[in-house]
């Protein structure tokens, strides 16, 4: 078995990537499929945001999972996006 827990926003949580049943798969659910024995935890959030390399604040959970697989994918503002034309 192999746990992988992903930390991000709401690409990471698969929101505008329909799943059947009505829900949302995204990309961490589609790699968890090519891993032995899947264990998947996405502690993602919606609007998570990257700052300076890391998380603002802790994830709650993230360290009681224990995973063997982790990644983190976080929107950040693209620079200079606070200019007008």
Request: charged fraction near 15%; proline fraction near 11%; charge should be positive.
């Amino acid at each position: 078995m192999t746990t992988f827990a992903a930390l991000g926003d709401s690409i990471t949580l698969g929101i505008g990537d329909p799943a059947p049943g009505r829900t949302w798969r995204g990309w961490a659910a589609l790699l968890a499929d090519g891993l032995p024995g899947p264990r998947l935890h996405n502690l993602a959030t919606s609007g998570a945001q990257a700052a300076g390399g890391r998380t603002a604040r802790p994830v709650p959970g993230t360290r009681a999972v224990h995973p063997a697989v982790g990644h983190r994918l976080a929107y950040a503002p693209p620079a200079g996006r606070h200019l007008t034309s």
